[in-house]
């Protein structure tokens, strides 16, 4: 069973370059999250979904897109990336109760140059 | 909205040392209540969960009671080991958040030998 994949593991980009990270699950989970972990912050959430063809921002989304065109696949979009997007980025997915457990990946480590 | 405050780290301890980690919360509703643990080099995993005030989440060791009254939700072990060195978050899930998972800043937990 292998969860929630992320790819790939480490990224490092110049400035002004675009890339995406991928994220999959096979769990068949309605709602899929996108967050990046920084020094003392904790983890802040980019951009979530709550099913194929819907998506919703959220703490932090400038400077990221994301659809969602499959229950499976969400994938996050850097536009032009900039040194301050220098971050570890985690996809999770979860059940439609507020009580199920979130399923995360193993962390992309982006580095903006 | 929601937030969540978590005891500042790093905290280190020596092998069967007694741990407190604080948590506290402000939320929209009757969140639910989580500790995630993340080991080095992976992604977060659930710990253990409360549900409703007064509900006590246990896992490996672990323990933390919902507590209404005073809006915490306190993680504690009467004796850590080495391989509980580890960064643990804080979170929580409530209607009023879009059923999106708000995090704490993450406490860092070494434990010497």
Known sequence: NAGVTQTPKFQVLKTGQSMTLQCAQDMNHEYMSWYRQDPGMGLRL???SVGAGITDQGEVPNGYNVSRSTTEDFPLRL???APSQTSVYFCASRGGSVNTEAFFGQGTRLTVV | GNSVTQMEGPVTLSEEAFLTINCTYTATGYPSLFWYV?????GLQLLLKATKADDKG????FEATYRKETTSFHLEKGSVQVSDSAVYFCALISSGSARQLTFGSGTQLTVLP
Request: hydrophobic fraction near 20%; glycine fraction near 14%.
């Open chain 1, 46 to 48: 980019i951009h979530y």
């Open chain 1, 79 to 81: 536009l032009s990336a």
């Open chain 2, 38 to 42: 993340q080991y080095p080099g992976e």
């Open chain 2, 58 to 61: 246990s896992n490996k060791g």
